[in-house]
């Protein structure tokens, strides 16, 4: 069975701190994103990998950074966690062909 | 750019009929989906679209028409357990995907 799992399902940090949030899949998928999803918004595009260590900037980048070192592992970091930063962040695979995304459960971030 | 819409919310009844519409003005398209997502879990796949016309999965059709900029879910013999929200997606360049806001359905009995 296809699966994407996300670390933590619900974290609550201060405004400052670093952030790690990680995501694996076990489907050997080429491709690998994180989303935002906030009411009223949608799922909006923060960052994208199709490769080891290649990434891609999606809609809203800023304020976010990611690390793609192993083919099943993409890291979203927050360097300074802010208030606006709140949100549940949803990773994503996909093969390169497809397209059709497999999600987390995702991570509900709170930022105090 | 890459603008999508679709209705906020739509209600309809246990048993019934319901079609969802998806409208978008996208700089590149190489197909749409639609995704389920039920209250506090992940999107979930529901179809996929590349070619104008319609695909069949059992009570779940979805149409396409490219020149249009238009696709539809349709959903048939609705169940309780159809409430839910449902995103229309457009597949872009390099395989990444743009979503609508989602359309939250709520059936009623």
């Known amino acids: 069975d296809v699966k994407v799992t996300q670390s933590s399902r619900y974290l609550v940090k201060r405004t400052g701190e670093k952030v790690f949030l990680e995501c694996v899949q076990d489907m050997d998928h080429e491709n690998m994103f994180w989303y935002r999803q906030d009411p009223g918004l949608g799922l909006r595009l923060i960052y994208f990998s199709y490769d080891v260590k290649m990434k891609e900037k999606g809609d809203i980048p800023e304020g976010y950074s990611v690390s793609r070192e192993k083919k099943e592992r993409f890291s979203l970091i927050l360097e300074s966690a802010s208030t606006n930063q709140t949100s549940m962040y949803l990773c994503a695979s996909s093969l390169l062909a497809s397209g059709e995304l497999f999600f987390g459960e995702g991570s509900r971030l709170t930022v105090l | 750019g890459q603008n999508i819409d679709q209705p906020t919310e739509m209600t309809a009844t246990e048993g019934a009929i319901v079609q969802i519409n998806c409208t978008y003005q996208?700089?590149?398209?190489?197909?749409l989906f639609w995704y389920q997502q039920h209250a506090g879990e992940a999107p979930t796949f529901l179809s996929y679209n590349v070619l104008d016309g319609l695909e069949e999965k059992g009570r779940f059709s979805s149409f396409l028409s490219r020149s249009k900029g238009y696709s539809y879910l349709l959903l048939k013999e609705l169940q309780m357990k159809d409430s839910a929200s449902y995103l229309c997606?457009?597949?872009?360049?390099?395989?990444?995907?743009?979503f609508g806001d989602g359309t939250t359905l709520t059936v009623k009995p």
């Open positions: 997606a457009v597949k872009g360049n390099a395989g990444k995907s743009t």
């Open positions: 996208t700089s590149g398209f190489n197909g």
